[in-house]
C-alpha cells in the first residue's frame, strides 16, 4: 500500500500524489457539510449503509458520525464503509486536525480512532463507535470494490477531482458501485463531471446537476437497477427479510462468545445451549494461549485470512476488552517455514529477523477471561446440561431437542457454534470434519520469558507459578484423560527453546477437543440445501465459467465451527460475518475469505470436478 505524500499550503493539506487539496482550503467542513455528509436523510431502519470513495482524513466519516450521534430520527445502526489507497500516518493524521482548527471539535472521535489505526498494510480494518461501525477497507479501489459486498443507502465519491484522479470514477469503478448499491441509493460528489456523468448513465444512475458548493454545479444521481451475472452464485448470499429476534446459538466457546456479543449490539434475545455443566470444560477454557498468525507465502488464501483475521481479533480485543498485546515470537524450525519467512520479511505484521518474527499485535491472551466477559457484555441467558440433538420447525420458528432436556421453542434464528461437538448434530455429504485431541503441559517455570514463544509448540510466560507449552495433534484419540506420552512430546516440541540442563517439572495437563475441516478453514456461513446444491449445480464441471442461479438454503440456520487452534483469531470475523448474513451488512471481510469459509465449498469442488 502506498504511502500518501502530503505537504501543507497555508495549513490544509495538500496531496503531492494528485496535485490537489485534500479539500476545499478555505471552508473544508461547510463544503464536506454541503456535497455530503448534510446532502442527505436518514431513514428510520435497522441499518443504514454510507460508502466512501477516498477516506482521506476522514472528515466526511467524522462529520457523518456527529450527525447521526446528534439525530433523533435516524437508523438503529449506521455502517460507513471507506476505501483509501494512499496511507497517511497516525500522527499526521493527528497533525490535519490540529493544523486545521478541528482538533478540539474531534478530539474525543479522532482520538478513538487513532487509538486503533492500523498498519500501513492492505486489508479491512473494522472500528466500533457508538451504533456505528467503520469499516476501513486499505486497497485501490480497482481491485477492493470486488471484494465487497453490501447495498449502500448512499455513496460519497471524495477521491479528488476527476481530472487529477480519472481512475475513481472510470466505467469500472462505476459499475462495482453500481452492484453494491440498492434502488434510490443517492451518489453524492463535488464533481459536475461529463465523463463521470456518462459513466453513472451507462449503469442506469438517473443523474441531474444541481448548485455546487462556491461553485455554479455539481452532480447528485440516484440508482434505478441494474443486472449483473454472477458466475459463483453458489457462495452469494441470500437477503432474508424478516422482524424476529429471538435466537438460539449451539455451543459456549469462542465462536458462540463473539457471536453473542456481535448480536447483542444488533438488540437481538440470545440464548446458549451448552452440554456441560459449566462454562469452562470445552476447547476455550486454557488459563493462557497466545494469540499470533500463520506465517504462509504471500498472497496464500489460507496466509492471507489468517493475517487478516489475527489483527482484527487483536484489534477487536483491545477495543472492547482492552487487551494490551505484549507481541509473539514465531521460529522457522525447518526449511519450508524459513522460505515462507524470507518471502515476508517485509510485512509489517511480522518483523522478520532470521528465522525469527515478532508479532507485536499479537501476545498471550486468558481464554477463560475473554469468553466469560463477551458472554457477560452480550446479556446472553445460557443454559448449561443441554446437550443438543436437533431442531424441529413450525411456523417457521425453531423448537430444539435435547438428550435429558425439555424442547426449549420460538426462535427464529438458529446458529450451530458446537466446535468439535458438531459431527454429532450435522451431517454433509461432502463435509468431512475432524475431532482433534489436543493436551497443554503446566509445567514449574523453567523459562523467563516475557513474550509468549511459537515454534514446534508454544510457550507462554510464567503465570501464577506455572509455566503453559503445548499442544499436541491427535485425530484418532478421543481419551479426554492427560497422558504423560503427550507431556513428553510437549516438553520434546520445546527443546530449542532449552539449554539442556533444565528440570522440567509437571505440575498438570489438560485434554481440549477441536473441529478442523479437510481444508484447514473454518466453516462458517449459512447452512446449505444439498439436495437444492446438488441439482442445480450438477452440472458446474462443463458451466462453471458461465452465470449461475442464486443459492438456497436453510432458512435462518446458521453454521460458524472447524475453526481448529486459532479460534480465538477467526471466531472474531465469523461473528461478523454471521451478524452479516442475518441483517444484510457489510461482510466485515473481504468476499474471497467468504468463499474460502463458505460450508458448500466442499461439494462445489466435488461438482466442478464432475464427481
Given at each position: ?76 445502526r449506521l455502517f460507513y464503509v471507506s476505501l483509501e489507497n494512499f496511507y497517511i500516518d497516525k500522527e499526521l493524521l493527528r497533525e490535519c486536525y490540529k493544523r486545521l482548527n478541528l482538533y478540539e471539535e474531534f478530539k474525543e472521535l479522532l482520538e478513538l480512532f487513532l487509538e486503533f489505526y492500523p498498519k500501513n498494510k492492505e486489508g479491512y480494518y473494522r472500528f466500533y463507535f457508538k451504533d456505528c461501525f467503520l469499516d476501513l477497507v486499505f486497497k485501490d ?418 453454521l460458524d465451527f472447524a475453526h481448529g487452534s486459532r479460534g480465538f483469531s477467526t471466531a472474531i470475523l465469523g461473528a461478523r460475518y454471521i451478524c452479516a448474513l442475518i441483517c444484510n451488512e457489510p461482510l466485515g471481510l473481504f468476499k474471497s475469505f467468504t468463499h474460502a469459509i463458505h460450508p458448500a465449498r466442499f461439494l462445489i469442488r466435488k461438482l466442478k470436478k464432475g464427481l
Open positions: 500500500m502506498q504511502k500518501a505524500r502530503l505537504i501543507f499550503k497555508d495549513n490544509t493539506p495538500f496531496s503531492l500524489d494528485f496535485d490537489d487539496f485534500y479539500f476545499n482550503s478555505k471552508d473544508g467542513v461547510n463544503e464536506s457539510k454541503f456535497v455530503y455528509t448534510q446532502a442527505f436523510e436518514f431513514t428510520e431502519d435497522e441499518n443504514f449503509i454510507i460508502a466512501e470513495l477516498g477516506f482521506g482524513i476522514g472528515l466526511n466519516f467524522f462529520l457523518s458520525l456527529k450527525r447521526f450521534l446528534n439525530s433523533t430520527k435516524r437508523p438503529k479501489a480497482v481491485f477492493s470494490l470486488k471484494e465487497l459486498d453490501f447495498k449502500a443507502d448512499v455513496w460519497f465519491l471524495d477521491g479528488f477531482s476527476p481530472s487529477k484522479n480519472k481512475t475513481m470514477f472510470d466505467e469500472e469503478i462505476i459499475k462495482e458501485i453500481a452492484r453494491l448499491s440498492k434502488i434510490n441509493t443517492q451518489i453524492l460528489t463535488f464533481s459536475a463531471s461529463s465523463f463521470l456523468q456518462k459513466n453513472l448513465k451507462k449503469y442506469n444512475f438517473e443523474v441531474q446537476k444541481v448548485k455546487g458548493f462556491k461553485k455554479r454545479e455539481m452532480i447528485k444521481a440516484c440508482f434505478k437497477g441494474f443486472e449483473f451475472e454472477c458466475k459463483e452464485a453458489y457462495f452469494s448470499r441470500v437477503k432474508k427479510d424478516f422482524k424476529g429476534k429471538k435466537l438460539a446459538i449451539i455451543g459456549a466457546g469462542i465462536s458462540a462468545a463473539s457471536l453473542a456479543y456481535e448480536l447483542s449490539l444488533r438488540g437481538f434475545e440470545i440464548e446458549i445451549f451448552e452440554k456441560n455443566t459449566k462454562l469452562f470444560e470445552n476447547a476455550s477454557t486454557n488459563a493462557s494461549g497466545i494469540l499470533s498468525s500463520l506465517i504462509l507465502k504471500p498472497e496464500v488464501v489460507l496466509g492471507e485470512l489468517s493475517q487478516n483475521a489475527f489483527i482484527e481479533a487483536s484489534r477487536f480485543y483491545q477495543q472492547i476488552l482492552g487487551f494490551k498485546p505484549q507481541g509473539v515470537y514465531e521460529f522457522a524450525y525447518n526449511e519450508l517455514m524459513q522460505t515462507r519467512f524470507d518471502l515476508q520479511k517485509d510485512n509489517v505484521l511480522f518483523q522478520i529477523c532470521d528465522n525469527r518474527a515478532f508479532l507485536e499485535d499479537g501476545g498471550v491472551i486468558e481464554p477463560k477471561t475473554i469468553v466469560s466477559e463477551l458472554l457477560r457484555l452480550s446479556g446472553a441467558k445460557i443454559h448449561f446440561g443441554y446437550e443438543f440433538m436437533h431442531f424441529t420447525k413450525d411456523d417457521n420458528k425453531f423448537s430444539l431437542h435435547f438428550n435429558t432436556q425439555n424442547s426449549k421453542s420460538g426462535f427464529d434464528i438458529l446458529i450451530y457454534a458446537s466446535g468439535a461437538d458438531t459431527k454429532k448434530i450435522l451431517s454433509y455429504e461432502a463435509m468431512n470434519l475432524s475431532k482433534v485431541r489436543g493436551q497443554v503441559t503446566l509445567l514449574k517455570p523453567f523459562l523467563d520469558t516475557k513474550f509468549a514463544l511459537s515454534s514446534k509448540a508454544y510457550i507462554t510466560p510464567i503465570k501464577n507459578d506455572l509455566q503453559l507449552i503445548g499442544a499436541t495433534y491427535d485425530r484418532l484419540n478421543e481419551d479426554i484423560n492427560p497422558t504423560q506420552k503427550d507431556n513428553e512430546e510437549n516438553i520434546q516440541n520445546i527443546k530449542e527453546f532449552l539449554q539442556g540442563n533444565e528440570k522440567l517439572v509437571v505440575q498438570g495437563a489438560k485434554v481440549a477437543f477441536r473441529s478442523y475441516s479437510s481444508d484447514r478453514f473454518a466453516i462458517i456461513g449459512p447452512a446449505y440445501d444439498e439436495e437444492f446444491y446438488k441439482k442445480s449445480y450438477k452440472a458446474l464441471l462443463w458451466t462453471k465459467d458461465k452465470p449461475q442461479i442464486l443459492p438456497q438454503n436453510i432458512e435462518n440456520l446458521y
